[in-house]
């Protein structure tokens, strides 16, 4: 607390000061907490003091607030990068990132408990820069950063304005923001050296060294690859809801039971159902194979009853029996951008919506993967595959923008669907009555089609990884397709 306290000191955060009339002091809090490792042992005692946001008023305390933060794709895009490239990553951490972000609002906190000031225990502080728990904290901090970074040579990502880049001559330095979290790595390791100078001149960083742990990812930088798993945050939810000495199953859905409202039986507890479903939804980061089980059992997170927790549990009990698959990124893999699309039709019962499954890949490299029920009620197979390939398209899209920043280029990129119908549908042009009940904002997938960004072409059945996200598959089957995505058991 007293560190933190003296932070607050070196950085000139606040003024002591009589509050004005007609304003309001914001009250604060003190936060503690252990951080720990991978392995779950305890490096760092922590204590911030926090301001209470949630009593802030629009308008009076605060005006925007929003900050860019990298989507969970940005930074496996970032990674299977670096494996093509070899490159190694390092990590830097910024210390009490958010004080460093500059104010315009006037904003008054109270006094922290237990650090009054015996002279003036009445007055409060008066903010000249940010503190956590304010609604303008995140903005203020990413605000300091970029012009830091801008002004000292650096290019902001065109999509992904949380990616810098200092190119010099030849060589390329590229940087990852993630709040405080920063990645780093480049063609010349004098970069990497000078960054690192560069950010300890103006903020108080720790130089962490290479990569190994990010957001909840575990990351293993080997001779041949690089491994991205979870495997610590399995073990963590097992244990918290015990199935740490669970039987394993074989699959995480079942193939013979169907999955429905089930309105007569048994209640289960709505908070506990929730949050086993929250828990897997963030263990998809690096498991695309539980996305599709997850997305159904959180379909009924109204209601749940007994077989919908029973269809929960199953899906932690293959997680016991396989805690530590992950992302396998090997360095000898080509770097061509491909993707797969699928759709089951109507497999939602409840409103016979069809499902969206789709994934794409940087050579052997699972980068991003989908699956969502549409908003719409197909009337054909064929239908519900279109609109399927065209929410492909819209994330093919995004990775060849994103792409450019790291300068490399993606034209023609392949859109594999096993439905010669709906190729049939991309390739024409002419709104025949067979189609014209489609909305129009699938259609675009034409545009792309014509501008040679992507093709759609037919795979068969046998070999479209997408039907991992929209169905529920045997022991053989299942197990063919998780290792055909590209998860491999590292240990």
Not at 10 to 37: C, M
Not at 477 to 488: D, K
Request: with cysteine; charged share 25%.
């Amino acid at each position: 607390m007293q560190e933190e306290l003296l932070q607050f000191v070196l950085q000139n955060i606040w003024d002591l000061v009589e509050l004005p009339k007609g304003h309001r002091a914001i009250g604060t809090k003190w936060i503690f907490r252990n951080k720990k490792d991978e392995r779950g042992i305890v490096i760092k005692n922590k204590a911030r003091l926090v301001a209470q946001g949630y009593t802030q008023e629009e308008a009076i305390h605060y005006e925007e607030v929003f900050a860019p933060v990298a989507r969970i794709e940005a930074i496996r895009l970032y990674l299977a990068y670096a494996s093509f490239m070899k490159f190694k990553v390092y990590q830097m951490d910024v210390k009490s990132a958010f004080l460093y972000g500059k104010i315009e609002e006037e904003v008054y906190v109270c006094q922290p408990l237990g650090f009054e000031n015996p002279k003036y225990p009445d007055r409060v502080y008066k903010l000249k820069k940010a503190l956590y728990g304010l609604h303008q904290t995140p903005r203020a901090w990413y605000d300091t950063l970029s012009t830091y970074l801008l002004e000292n040579g650096f290019e902001r990502g065109i999509i992904d304005k949380t990616l810098f880049i200092q190119r010099k001559k030849k060589d390329i330095l590229l940087v990852q923001i993630y709040v405080d979290d920063i990645i780093f790595r480049s063609t010349k390791d004098q970069l990497c050296r000078d960054f690192e100078e560069l950010m300890h001149k103006r903020f108080k960083m720790s130089s962490m060294g290479k990569l190994t742990f990010l957001l909840g990812l575990q990351v293993k930088q080997q001779q041949d690859g690089i491994f991205i798993s979870q495997t610590k945050y399995v073990q963590d939810i097992l244990t918290k809801f015990g199935f740490s000495d669970s039987k394993p199953a074989s699959t995480p859905m079942e193939t013979h039971k169907q999955i429905t409202a089930d309105l007569e039986g048994e209640d289960v507890d709505v908070h506990y159902y929730r949050s086993m479903i929250g828990s897997l939804m963030y263990l998809t980061a690096s498991r695309p194979y539980i996305m599709f089980p997850v997305c159904v059992c959180a379909r009924f997170q109204v209601q749940p009853k007994q077989s919908h927790f029973q269809a929960v549990k199953r899906i932690f009990r293959y997680l016991k029996g396989q805690p530590r698959l992950g992302l396998w990124y090997p360095h000898d893999s080509p770097f061509d951008l491909l993707a797969y699309s699928d759709s089951d039709l109507g497999g939602a019962n409840l409103d016979r919506k069809s499902t969206t499954g789709g994934c794409q890949f940087l050579g052997a490299r699972l980068v991003s993967w989908q699956c969502k029920k549409q908003t719409t009620v197909s009337t054909s197979t064929t239908e519900a595959e279109y609109i399927a390939t065209a929410s492909c398209c819209s994330q093919v899209l995004w990775i060849q923008n994103q792409m450019m920043d790291y300068g490399m280029t993606f034209l023609h990129t392949p859109i594999f669907i096993d439905n010669n119908s709906a190729i049939s549908i991309v390739n024409n042009p002419v709104k025949h009555s067979k189609t014209k009940h489609i909305e129009i904002r699938y259609h675009f997938i034409r545009d792309c089609n014509e501008k040679k960004l992507i093709q759609v072409q037919k795979v068969h059945t046998s070999n479209k990884f997408a039907d991992l996200f929209t169905k529920a598959f045997d022991v053989g089957r299942f197990t063919f397709l998780v290792t055909s995505v590209g998860m491999m058991n590292n240990e």
